[in-house]
């Protein structure tokens, strides 16, 4: 699907809508921060901008049905060579850093209306 500028945003989400199946869900409403950490096997020569526009729409239509409802996006590249430590990680992140290959951790929250930095 590919939109069409600001006013096809709506048949945009109606049809992301459409191609979910039946009995799933998906953020529709919520405005959303997302968390990006990518652990590359060998050190990245591209930007890491890159990955950020590619992952939010893979989103569509499984997480949310527009990723116009994200409101905050956090992205970190860590160094392949280096030990990266988390002061309290999530068990889903610790599973992750333990499988093999190059690791992109995505975490999905709502924002509180009252966040502002």
Do not use: C, H
Request: charged share 25%; no cysteine.
């Amino acid at each position: 699907m590919r939109r069409q500028g600001r006013n096809g945003r709506q048949g945009f989400a109606e049809a992301a809508a459409r191609a979910l199946p039946e009995g799933a869900w998906s953020f529709d409403e919520a405005r959303l921060a997302v968390t990006l950490f990518y652990f590359p096997q060998a050190a990245m020569t591209g930007d890491i901008d890159n990955i950020v526009k590619l992952t939010l729409d893979a989103m569509i239509p499984s997480i949310y049905l527009d990723d116009s409802l994200v409101d905050r996006v956090l992205v970190q590249r860590f160094d392949p060579e280096a030990k990266a430590a988390f002061s309290n990680p999530s068990d889903a992140l610790v599973q992750a850093l333990g499988s093999e290959g190059p690791i992109l951790y995505i975490r999905v929250d709502a924002v509180p209306e009252e966040a502002v930095f």
